[in-house]
């Protein structure tokens, strides 16, 4: 074999949740590497969603949880070159690449929200994420709605 399996990164626990997929979350919303600055804005927004909440009984970090859930895509369109011409050819996607592609939607589309704080749009986000509304889901259907166009290329898949 000429490829070398990857190794899964190990994420440690994050200090409030104990979770580790929540310090990856973390780690995609960083920048410049102030990770004290990111995790405020998190648990901010955990805040804001135990606020925003009225009857549900789960915790926010639950309602986190589900709405990255809905924004997850099950499948990508890659461009391949064939005969000259670049074909968009739908492919799975493995589980970590998943989770990966979520994470950073819900953050893009939050990013791009009019709320004041990034607690605020990320925590507005993922309420819309949970409730399968919002600019996250849009572009989770999109890319859904991109590969079942191209369904006719699968046979082109690497």
């Known amino acids: 074999m000429r490829k070398v399996?990857?190794?899964?990164?190990?994420y440690?626990?994050?200090p409030k949740?104990?979770?580790?997929?929540?310090?990856r979350f973390v780690n995609h919303l960083m920048k410049n590497g102030k990770k004290n600055i990111a995790y405020?804005?998190?648990?901010?927004?955990?805040?804001?969603?135990?606020?925003?909440?009225?009857?549900?009984?789960k915790p926010?970090?639950?309602?986190?949880?589900?709405?990255?859930?809905?924004?997850?895509?099950?499948?990508?369109v890659r461009s391949r070159r064939i005969?000259?011409?670049?074909?968009?050819?739908?492919?799975?996607?493995?589980?970590?690449?998943?989770?990966?592609?979520?994470m950073k939607l819900l953050i893009s589309s939050a990013s791009t929200r009019n709320e004041k704080?990034?607690?605020n749009k990320l925590a507005y986000e993922t309420w819309d994420a949970f409730h399968e509304?919002?600019?996250?889901?849009?572009?989770k259907e999109n890319i859904h709605k991109m590969a079942e166009a191209n369904k006719a290329f699968s046979h082109f898949r690497f």
Not at 40 to 57: G, L, P, R, T
Not at 60 to 76: C, F, Q, R, T, Y
């Open 133 to 139: 509304q919002g600019e996250a889901v849009k572009r």
């Open 5 to 10: 399996k990857k190794k899964e990164k190990v």
């Open 117 to 119: 704080t990034m607690a």
């Open 60 to 76: 926010a970090l639950e309602i986190w949880k589900e709405g990255l859930k809905n924004v997850m895509p099950h499948v990508e």
């Open 83 to 102: 005969g000259g011409s670049n074909i968009q050819v739908p492919s799975p996607i493995s589980s970590n690449s998943k989770i990966t592609k979520a």
């Open 17 to 23: 949740f104990h979770d580790p997929l929540v310090t």
């Open 12 to 14: 440690f626990p994050d």
């Open 40 to 57: 405020n804005i998190f648990y901010n927004a955990m805040e804001k969603i135990d606020m925003i909440k009225e009857k549900e009984e």
